[in-house]
Each structure stands twice: as structure tokens, then as C-alpha cells.
């Protein structure tokens, strides 16, 4: 697999907030704990249908954990390979990486859109009318460097769709943005 590095485009979800991380190790923690009164329920009553179905209980929480956990604490990241055209989604939980690989769809353009009044959405456009928001920035000046970059590397068009019935199409600067 490729290190990020060569990858002609990488969008990378910021790291969760404290928080968050906080609550998926209560979430966790809660889990083992489950876990461990589980062992003890085998250990101290041995297996009989009462603890057969304490154990069902147990299970659903546990999964119920883990889901949570998980929501709490993956941060996602989307890798495009141009040369093998591949479209690659790789989920980090901590230090591990999970990575879901599949054919990249048909790329459109880059467009950038104003959504509300202070934010920026950069948009990739693939087969019609679906669309990934890629990032979102607080001024256009950032999100228009970041398209510019975008539709560059993937050879696209870029949109400027910030005002709302006036859309334009922008010329891509071929030379790189640093």
C-alpha cells in the first residue's frame, strides 16, 4: 500500500475534540467492565438458561458500546489514487487503520459553495448530481486556494458557486500552490 505521501489527493477529517475522546474511554471503560461481569456470571454460575439469557443482555449492551465507541472516536480520511484510479477510505482508531478500497467514481468538477453566511464548503462532484464536501472553511479566500489545489492535482474544473444563481466557472491555475 502506498505510504500518504504519494497519493495525488488526501482529505483528512481533523482529530476528534477532547471531549469526544473522553467520552468513547468512558464508553470504553464501561464495556470492559460489562465484560469482565460476564467472566464472573460464567465463572460463578457456569452455563444454565438463566445465565444464557443475563448473557443476551450483556451482549446487546456490549455491542451497543462498541458502536458508540467507535462513533466517538474514528476519524475518517479519503485517499484518491489517480494511477490506479482508486478511491480509498481509511478509518484511524487510534494507531490502527482500516482501509476500504473501491474504483473511483467518474470526477465532474471542484465547486465551492457558501453555505450559511460565514462558512465555505469545497465540493467534489461525481456522477450527476452526488457530491463528497471535502472541507469547510470560515473565509472564501482559504476554501479558493484549497479548490484551486484540488481541481489541479485531479485535472478538473472549479466552480464558483458562493453566490446564490450566479455560478461561475473559474480558470485553474496549472502551476503549483505552495
Not at 107 to 112: D, G, I, K, R, T
Request: aromatic share 20%.
Amino acid at each position: 500500500m502506498k505510504q500518504d505521501e504519494e497519493f495525488e489527493l488526501i482529505v483528512h477529517e481533523a482529530n476528534r475534540p477532547i471531549w469526544q475522546t473522553i467520552i468513547a474511554g468512558l464508553i470504553f471503560t464501561f464495556m470492559f467492565y460489562l465484560m469482565y461481569h460476564v467472566v464472573m456470571l460464567f465463572y460463578n454460575f457456569g452455563y444454565s438458561d438463566d445465565t444464557m439469557r443475563i448473557f443476551a443482555s450483556f451482549f446487546y449492551l456490549i455491542v451497543c458500546c462498541i458502536v458508540a465507541g467507535f462513533a466517538f472516536s474514528v476519524v475518517k480520511s479519503v485517499l484518491i489514487d489517480v494511477d490506479k484510479d482508486n478511491l480509498i477510505l481509511r478509518y484511524y482508531l487510534g494507531r490502527f487503520s482500516y482501509d476500504s478500497v473501491s474504483p473511483a467514481p467518474s470526477l465532474e468538477y471542484v465547486s465551492v459553495f457558501r453555505d450559511g453566511y460565514y462558512s465555505y464548503q469545497v465540493n467534489l462532484w461525481y456522477i450527476g448530481n452526488k457530491h463528497f464536501v471535502m472541507c469547510d472553511f470560515n473565509d472564501s479566500a482559504s476554501a479558493f486556494i484549497f479548490a484551486q489545489e484540488v481541481a489541479r492535482k485531479l485535472k478538473l474544473d472549479l466552480l464558483d458557486a458562493t453566490v446564490r444563481g450566479d455560478f461561475k466557472w473559474v480558470e485553474v491555475e496549472q502551476t503549483e500552490i505552495h
